[in-house]
C-alpha cells in the first residue's frame, strides 16, 4: 500500500522544481545567440561613397575654382599619383566629375603612360590605368613633360586669366605640350560658352583666349 506523500514533502518538490528552471533559463541565455529569435546586426564592410566621404560635400558643379579650396591641394595630388609610379607629370586638370570635382593626372616614365583620378576632397584614387607607349609615341610624349619647378604659381596664372576674361573658373588644366607647358582655364563670363583662356606656364603670359 503506496503512502500518501505530506503537503510539506510536496511544497518541497516544487521549490526544487521550480529552481531547477531558473538555473536551466539562466544557461540558456548567457551566451545570447543560443537563444530563439535572438537577433545579430552584420557587419558591414562597405565602404562610404565618395561623395558621403567628401568633407565638403556643399561644393556643387557651379563652384567657382578661383577662390575655392579643396582639402587635397594640386600638388598633394601630384605627390600621391608619384607614390604609385615613377614617372615625370605631363598634365594635372581640376574638374567636375558626376558628383564631386576630380584632379586627373598623367605621369610618363620612359616606356608607360599612368592616369589617376583622385577626388579633391576625398582623397580617394577614383581610378587608375597604366598603358605601355609605342616607339614612335616616345619622342612626342617626351616633348610633353613639364618642370615643374620652372612654372610660375597657379596664383598668377589665375589672375592672368581673369585680367583677360571675367567671369568664374569652371575648369583647369596644367599640360605640357611641343611648345610648351601651358596652363589653360575654362571661364564662364557669365552668359553663353565658357571661354578658354591659355596661359604660357614658364612666363605667365597669355597666350590665346577664346570657345
Given at each position: ?10 511544497g518541497?518538490s516544487?521549490?526544487?522544481?521550480l ?20 537577433s ?13 566621404s ?16 579643396f ?10 599619383a ?5 614617372g ?7 574638374g567636375?566629375e ?35 607607349m ?9 616633348a ?7 612654372i ?6 589665375r589672375?592672368a ?20 607647358p601651358?596652363y ?28
Amino acid at each position: 500500500m503506496n503512502t500518501p506523500r505530506s503537503a510539506s514533502s510536496r511544497g518541497w518538490s516544487g521549490v526544487a522544481a521550480l529552481t531547477l528552471a531558473l538555473v536551466l533559463t539562466g544557461c540558456g541565455s548567457a551566451g545570447g545567440t543560443d537563444v530563439p529569435g535572438a537577433s545579430s546586426q552584420p557587419t558591414s564592410s562597405s565602404k562610404p561613397s565618395a561623395e558621403e566621404s567628401s568633407p565638403h560635400s556643399d561644393k556643387g558643379e557651379d563652384t567657382d575654382l578661383a577662390t575655392a579650396e579643396f582639402s587635397l591641394s594640386w600638388e598633394d595630388a601630384l605627390d600621391q599619383a608619384k607614390q604609385k609610379f615613377d614617372g615625370d607629370v605631363s598634365s594635372i586638370e581640376l574638374g567636375w566629375e558626376s558628383t564631386q570635382f576630380v584632379y586627373t593626372v598623367k605621369l610618363l616614365s620612359d616606356t608607360e603612360e599612368y592616369k589617376t583620378l583622385i577626388g579633391a576632397d576625398s582623397g580617394e584614387v577614383l581610378n587608375e590605368e597604366t598603358e605601355a607607349m609605342d616607339k614612335d609615341d616616345v619622342a612626342e610624349k617626351s616633348a610633353e613633360v613639364i618642370d615643374i619647378s620652372k612654372i610660375v604659381p597657379w596664383t598668377k596664372a589665375r589672375d592672368a586669366a581673369l585680367d583677360a576674361v571675367t567671369g568664374r573658373i569652371d575648369e583647369w588644366k596644367l599640360e605640357g605640350t611641343g611648345k610648351g607647358p601651358h596652363y589653360q582655364f575654362d571661364i564662364a563670363p557669365g552668359a553663353g560658352h565658357d571661354i578658354e583662356v591659355t596661359i604660357a606656364a614658364y612666363t605667365g603670359e597669355v597666350v590665346s583666349q577664346g570657345d
